[in-house]
Structures are given as C-alpha cells and as structure tokens.
C-alpha cells in the first residue's frame, strides 16, 4: 500500500473539509476531492474519512438526513435547518463547562456528545422576515 498517498488523502479530505464548513455528507465530499484529485476512488476516500473519525481528527454528525462530517473537534452543538437542510455550528462556553461538570460530579469521561438542534437557520429566518413584511 502507498502510504505516502493514503496520508495526504487523509490531508486532502481535513482540507476539504476546512473549506467547506458546511458539514457535508460523504457524497457531497467525496465530489469535491474528485474535483482536486480526479483519480481517487470513492472506496478510498470512505475508507480515509472513516479512519480519520476513529483517529477523532473528523467527527461523524448523525442527523435526520444522514451522516454530516465536520473537521472542527471542539465540543459544540449542531443546529439543522429545517428548511435549507444547513448545519449550523453553536458554541456555548456554558456548554463545555456543563460536560466538564458531569465528568467531575459523576466521575466518567464524556467522549463525544451527539446534541442536535432541529429548527430554523439564521438565514431562512431573515428570508421569511422579509418576504411577510413585504406582503
Ligand atoms: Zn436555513
Ligand atoms: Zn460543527
């Protein structure tokens, strides 16, 4: 196996994923690297991307439209858009300390949180702001 190749996939898809910032799903993925690199095969990639979730440098979003993928590992929630399907990141200093809190006060280790909000994004609430107050 090329190593040297596998590693900078690796690279290429924590890159992609840096640009997009949109939490894509492993199709809307996987064209965008094809679009770098049009000799990688999609096999290789899925295989790359669930490698890099095991090393913990991507996190796999499970949403109600499926796997999202994000390249930030920070702790933070996740809004999902009811009406463009967009994910919308949220960070809450709150948040953090509350899970730190749980560690300390249960004596466990919370390795990944999974809370995901369903409502209305920031841009479709504007949108519909002004659509009503021009009828
Ligand atoms: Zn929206
Ligand atoms: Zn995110």
């Known amino acids: 196996m090329d190593i040297g190749r596998n590693t900078w ?14 939490h894509p799903t ?6 965008k690297i094809k679009a770098v690199d049009d000799k990688v095969g999609q096999a290789t990639v899925y295989r790359n991307v669930n490698k890099l979730v095991e ?20 702790d933070h929630y996740h809004l999902e858009c009811n009406k463009c399907g967009n994910i919308i990141d949220l960070y809450d200093e709150k948040y953090i300390r509350l899970i730190r809190r749980l560690e300390d006060e249960y004596s466990i280790k919370i390795e990944e949180s999974k809370i995901l909000f369903s409502g209305i994004c920031d841009k479709c609430l504007n949108y519909e702001r002004k659509s009503s107050s021009i009828n």
Do not use: A, P
Request: charged share 40%.
């Open 9 to 22: 996939q690796k690279q290429l898809i924590i890159d992609t994923l840096k640009r997009e910032k949109n």
């Open 26 to 31: 492993i199709s809307d993925l996987y064209d």
């Open 55 to 74: 090393e913990k440098k991507i996190k796999r979003i499970m949403t109600d439209s499926g796997f999202r993928y994000d390249c930030d590992c920070n």
